[in-house]
């Protein structure tokens, strides 16, 4: 079974690696900066359309971040 917490390391992870700050991400799917750090510490998940965004900004495949990938 996929977790919260899984899939919020995913997503800090990739922040992370991408380099980009969490201000930029936001402006950049249209969300606050609180948005991505609530994501990042895994008190939400993203709406479905956000996480597309969120993928594209950090050139991901969803199914990585929805811990799918093998």
Do not use: F
């Not at 919260?4 to 922040?15: D, G, P, Q, R, T």
């Not at 900066?33 to 479905?48: D, F, R, V």
């Not at 969803?62 to 990938?69: H, P």
């Amino acid at each position: 079974m996929i977790t919260l917490v899984e899939i919020s390391n995913k997503i800090a992870e990739a922040i992370k690696q991408s380099g980009l700050t969490q201000a930029l991400i936001a402006e950049k799917i249209g969300v606050r900066q609180q948005q991505i750090s609530s994501y990042i510490k895994g008190k939400t998940l993203p709406a479905l359309d956000t996480l597309a965004n969120l993928c594209k900004v950090l050139e991901l495949d969803a199914n990585d971040i929805l811990c799918l990938s093998k």
